[in-house]
């Protein structure tokens, strides 16, 4: 039981990441492929976000491992890369060639402009 809260309380958390961290990160430091950990650490503390998960925010909005993501959270590569591929798992359909621009369009809102209508899983009909 612990456990299946333990696993709500991280998607909640990710959720936060995804709605909230991406576009504030956006507003602050504008458009880019990866923000460094500073940005993303004082992006969530100062929205009060969930900080126990930051290192999947790190992983959503970073693809290179670097000096920060090492010393202050103890993040190499291959640790960034599970991080990395446990979030395309559940947001990208297992690509994690995401980038932070991806992430973000997370957060566009679909809707159906014209031309040959889209079906609920965004197949044209």
């Known amino acids: 039981m612990f456990e299946l809260f333990s696993t709500y309380t991280l998607q909640d958390a990710v959720t936060d990441y995804v709605q909230k961290l991406g576009p504030a990160l956006l507003k ?29 925010a790190i992983a959503l909005y970073r693809h290179d491992a670097s000096v920060n993501t090492l010393s202050l959270y103890r993040i190499d590569q291959g640790f960034l890369d ?12 297992g690509n994690t060639n995401y ?9 566009k809102k679909w809707a159906w402009r014209g031309g040959r209508e889209a079906n609920d899983i965004g197949i044209l009909l």
Not at 28 to 56: A, C, M
Not at 82 to 93: G, I, K, P, Q, T
Not at 99 to 107: F, I, Y
């Open 28 to 56: 602050r430091y504008g458009g880019s492929l990866q923000y460094t950990v500073k940005q993303v650490e004082k992006t969530v503390r100062s929205l009060g976000l969930e900080k126990r998960y930051i290192p999947y």
């Open 82 to 93: 599970v991080l990395r591929e446990e979030m395309a798992d559940f947001l990208f359909y």
């Open 99 to 107: 980038n932070a621009r991806n992430v973000m369009k997370l957060n």
